[in-house]
């Protein structure tokens, strides 16, 4: 059986593609599984599916715009999401804890990813973030631990505070060249990182960014970046080479210090 309840932004629902009263309690003719159809306006609503732990697929019809707060926090068996090119946000915690997710390509109409809208989710190995982001939220993937690449495009412009804390796996991230602010701790502890490239776009970086990323050997400062917060390297114990762009007026590294001097 089906019964749904408090759910306002529901306007219609199928079972097996027949169609069926809302707040009803439906009966099912035989033993296996089924298929049900909720159809919504234009926001799934928050906490729509908080907990849902018979849902394995979701596909986003065209209608939706807006993933709500903690739509489908810790529906722990969701392995597979697919979003329609007509959602613009998904907002916070919407994925939070979904443990089974692999796969995710979040479409160009996104324009934000909400605070911790995909935290914790271990399982995720391959994330495209589409080309109209403009903010990654705070700790959005943060701990996504299966993430190997990350590719940042140019539409993004602020990357959150520990947006990718702890992703542990990641050996590659591209980050593209219209991001201005990266958010303390945002790639910190990410352990398997070897190299990361600052855009000329880049103007604030904040404190402990890439801290404890341990496989980081060199880091270049480029010339747009005028504010930097506290030690954005701390705990980088295999840094050796820190070099700042001669033409920022306001760090240099002199004399060859491997430091960065205001």
Excluded: Q, W
């Excluded at 059986?1 to 079972?15: A, E, F, Q, R, T």
């Excluded at 939070?96 to 324009?111: A, W």
């Amino acid at each position: 059986y089906v019964l749904i309840n408090n759910i306002d932004d529901v306007y219609k629902m199928k079972i097996d593609g027949k169609e069926c009263e809302l707040n009803n309690l439906y009966t099912f003719d035989t033993i296996g599984e089924h298929e049900v159809e909720f159809l919504f306006g234009h926001t799934i609503p928050k906490e729509a599916f908080y907990e849902n732990n018979l849902i394995t697929e979701v596909e986003i019809y065209d209608n939706i715009a807006e993933i709500g707060e903690e739509a489908f926090e810790n529906c722990i068996n969701l392995t597979s999401i697919t979003f329609s090119d007509s959602v613009k946000k998904i907002n916070e915690y919407a994925f939070r804890f979904c443990y089974g997710l692999k796969n995710i390509v979040i479409p160009d109409s996104v324009i934000s990813i909400g605070n911790s809208a995909f935290f914790e989710c271990t399982s995720l190995t391959s994330v495209t973030i589409g080309n109209g982001v403009t903010s990654i939220g705070n700790s959005a993937f943060i701990s996504c631990s299966g993430l190997t690449e990350i590719v940042i495009p140019k539409s993004v412009i602020g990357i959150g505070k520990y947006a990718f804390y702890n992703c542990n796996g990641l050996t590659s991230v591209t980050i593209g060249n219209g991001v201005t602010n990266i958010g303390e701790y945002a790639f910190a502890s990410c352990e398997g990182l070897t190299e990361i490239v600052i855009p000329d776009s880049v103007t604030s970086i904040g404190n402990r960014a890439f801290s404890d990323c341990v496989g980081i050997t060199n880091l270049y400062i480029p010339y747009s970046v005028n504010n930097i917060s506290g030690n954005i390297v701390r705990g980088c114990v295999n840094i050796n080479n820190i070099v700042v762009s001669e033409n920022n007026t306001t760090y240099d590294s002199r004399d060859n210090c491997n430091a960065i001097i205001k």
